[in-house]
Structure formats: structure tokens, C-alpha cells
């Protein structure tokens, strides 16, 4: 008899508890279940493969041409690829010119030149090679008409270049300066 009258009493409660309660229980196991069955799906991969690209590096490496990199890879990782540096690769231009945790681009060039090279290059009077925009020294560099430490330096930091006119796109160059070093410049 207690448990009738008890019934009688609550069972509107006993209602609304059934009404919210069971439907968010149910929603909790089924999307629960859902989470999990979706982890265990297959990767698509097709867009976990990376981008694959070439690239050029000559100069003081074990084994100078062209390498298949992927995207993603690192300038020093290159360097590993190409069997490392020789004997004679200039370690200070490199520490000096070179990020070598910059990340490759596709159709980048990288020369890595030997001890003194760099030195003898821009002593030569009357030279008129053009400035490597990817490989020039900070004193190459700074001898561009118009182009200052600071400059230099944002230069250095938007490495690797992919052409010339990528040289617009460093903060304090604009089309006139451009213009005055276009023809000095190559990549």
C-alpha cells in the first residue's frame, strides 16, 4: 500500500526523470559509440601524401644534383640528402648566409662554395655577376645600391627566392628600389 500511495504521489516526477533522463543517456552511448567507430575508419591517403618537388644543390656537397624532396623538408636535411658537406665547404658563409632550417621550396638552388671562394668573387674588379639573391653574402648584399643592414637582413630572412620579383615582397622594397637593382640581382 506504501508503495502505491508513494506512486500515486511522485509519479509525475517519475515522468519528467524518464523523459529527460533516458533520451541523454541514450545520446551519450550512441554518439560515444559514433566517436569511436570514426576513429577506427582509414586514413584517406590521398591527403596525408605529401607534396613532392626538385631541387638543386652544387657546390662544396659530397654529391652535388638534383634531389626529389618532399614538402616540409629543411635546407639542412638537403645537405644530409646530398652526402653532407666536404672539407672544403666555407662554414662561415654558411653560418653567416644560410637559415638552414629554412623549409625547401620547389625549383630551389642552393651553392654551397668553398673556403675563401666568396672572398675572391667579390674582390674581382670590374665583376659584373650579378648578385645571388639565395647564396649572396651579407657584404654582397649590402653593396646593392639602396639596400642597408637592415634590409640586408630581411633579405636574408625571405630566403629562398624563386625569382627576382619575389624581391618585392621584403618589407622596405618597393617597385623604385626594385627597379634600381633589378639588373644586379639573379637567383
Not at 82 to 108: C, H, M, R, W
Not at 130 to 159: C, F, Y
Amino acid at each position: 500500500m506504501k508503495v502505491r500511495v508513494f506512486w500515486e504521489k511522485y509519479k509525475a516526477y517519475a515522468g519528467i526523470f524518464l523523459l529527460l533522463i533516458l533520451p541523454a543517456i541514450f545520446v551519450f552511448f550512441f554518439v560515444q559509440e559514433e566517436e569511436v567507430s570514426a576513429l577506427n575508419e582509414p586514413v584517406d591517403m590521398v591527403e596525408t601524401e605529401m607534396e613532392t618537388f626538385f631541387v638543386d644543390i652544387s657546390g662544396q656537397v659530397n654529391n652535388p644534383g638534383v634531389y626529389e624532396v618532399e614538402g616540409g623538408m629543411i635546407l639542412i636535411e638537403l645537405v644530409d640528402k646530398a652526402g653532407g658537406l666536404t672539407n672544403l665547404a666555407d662554414l662561415v658563409f654558411i653560418a653567416k648566409n644560410l637559415n638552414l632550417s629554412q623549409k625547401l621550396v620547389p625549383e630551389y638552388k642552393l651553392y654551397i662554395p668553398q673556403v675563401g671562394e666568396m672572398q675572391l668573387a667579390s674582390q674581382s674588379p670590374g665583376s659584373s655577376e650579378k648578385v645571388n639573391l639565395n647564396t649572396a653574402s651579407v657584404k654582397e648584399l649590402d653593396s646593392l645600391p639602396g639596400i642597408g643592414e637592415a634590409t640586408v637582413q630581411k633579405i636574408i630572412e625571405a630566403r629562398p627566392f624563386k625569382n627576382i620579383e619575389d624581391l618585392k615582397s621584403v618589407s622596405g622594397i618597393g617597385d623604385a628600389k626594385f627597379n634600381e637593382i633589378k639588373d644586379k640581382v639573379s637567383v
